[in-house]
């Protein structure tokens, strides 16, 4: 035991078992959204991951994984949610042409 940790044996496998966490961005192209996640699987064609900020299970069609640093990975989550793309306005409805104005200032007093 004396010779594991004055050989410097004991720090690399302490610091191998430590520093092993990946850190990924996964991007969905189709709507913009990005996550963050530790753990990627790839299976026909899909990705799956849990989302680091919300504790869900996201599967993506098409995706775009990065590994990034643990500090990236510190930021992306600290990072407001990105905006989802704006809606279009609903329409307004149309009002129905009602004929000449019948507010009192625009009615001319009758003849006499």
Known sequence: MKRIFSSGWFVVAVGLACGSTKYYMVKDPSTGKV????????EDGSTTLTDAKTKSTVTI???????????????????????????????????????????PSATPPPAK
Do not use: C, D, R, W
């Open 61 to 103: 069609q098409n995706s775009e994984v990065t590994e990034i640093s643990e500090q990236s990975f510190e930021q992306g989550m600290a990072a407001a949610p990105a905006a989802a793309p704006a809606e279009p306005p609903a329409a307004m409805p149309a009002t129905a042409a009602t004929g000449p104005a019948t507010s």
């Open 35 to 42: 996550y963050y996640t530790e753990k990627v699987k790839k």
